[in-house]
């Protein structure tokens, strides 16, 4: 049974930071494209940033220069380093990694006050 565990989000003011961290079990990160998603309240889940299994890493155009995905494949755990944070990154977090995206974590929180 695959579960991806997310943790890492809170209040934090903004230009402050944060580090989301997913931990798997079930799968392998290393084998699979991984992602960020976020949703913020009355808007659609849109794409952060993503990790292929190569390593190759792309980002939404809104988060460029800020935020930094990486993987531990020892630790079977991806990252998402969030720096100088704004009000609107608030939304709850997700990560997202298998084949056809197909699993999802339960999501965390991160509000950014201004």
């Known amino acids: 049974q695959v579960q991806l565990v997310e943790s890492g989000g809170g209040l934090v003011q903004a230009g402050g930071s944060l580090r989301l961290s997913c931990a798997a079990s079930g799968i392998l990160f290393r084998q699979y494209a991984a992602a960020w998603y976020r949703q913020a309240p009355g808007k659609q889940r849109e794409l952060v940033a993503r990790?292929?299994?190569?390593?190759?890493?792309n980002y939404a155009d809104s988060v460029k220069g800020r935020f930094t995905i990486s993987r531990d494949n020892a630790k079977n755990t991806v990252y998402l380093q969030m720096d100088s944070l704004k009000p609107e990154d608030t939304a709850v977090y997700y990560c997202?990694?298998?084949?056809?995206?197909?699993?999802w974590g339960q999501g965390t929180q991160v509000t950014v006050s201004s």
């Open positions: 990790i292929a299994s190569g390593g190759t890493t």
């Open positions: 997202n990694t298998g084949l056809s995206n197909a699993y």
